[in-house]
């Protein structure tokens, strides 16, 4: 166990893994996006709603999920974690505009468009933490650049 971890023990066990865990996240949070946005388009089609859209409970927790996984990278690998942490708030923010975009949308009787932002940040967001998880695939070629 490092002498400085803040969780302890969850560090032993999760702490090795973490990378791969966020990457894991953000895979699951690019699929519930893409569920978020069909089930915004069923909405949009059904005549239940007038005017407003529902919040898809499940994309709304991966995303908290995914914010709280990057501040835990943020603890234990301090560059990265703060890199990750600032594009995954980014990709956050960027997710509550898009759903608001998609209820103006909706309530000016137009076609729901996708979420483009939404997407290039989760795109960045998955590149980004695929570098942190995978870079073991790289690093010979790398350090004998370096």
């Known amino acids: 166990m490092q002498p400085l971890s803040m969780f ?5 066990y999760i702490g090795p893994y973490v990378e791969h865990v966020v990457l894991a996240l953000v895979l699951v949070n690019m699929g519930t996006r893409w569920w978020a946005y069909r089930d915004y388009r069923r909405q949009a ?9 529902d919040r898809n409970w499940l994309h709304e927790a991966s995303n ?9 990278l943020l603890t ?9 942490s600032m594009l995954v708030l980014g990709l ?31 795109v960045f967001v998955a590149l980004y933490a695929g570098y942190l998880s995978l870079f073991f695939v790289i690093e010979p070629y790398w350090t004998s650049i370096v």
């Open 8 to 12: 302890g023990p969850v560090d032993t």
């Open 45 to 53: 089609r059904s005549d239940d709603y007038e005017d407003e859209l």
């Open 64 to 72: 908290v999920v995914l914010v709280l996984g990057s501040f835990y």
């Open 76 to 84: 234990l690998h301090h560059h990265g974690g703060m890199v990750l």
């Open 92 to 122: 956050f923010v960027t997710d509550f505009f898009e759903f608001e975009a998609r209820e103006v949308e909706l309530r000016n009787d137009e076609k729901l468009s996708s979420p483009k932002g939404a997407l290039t940040a989760s």
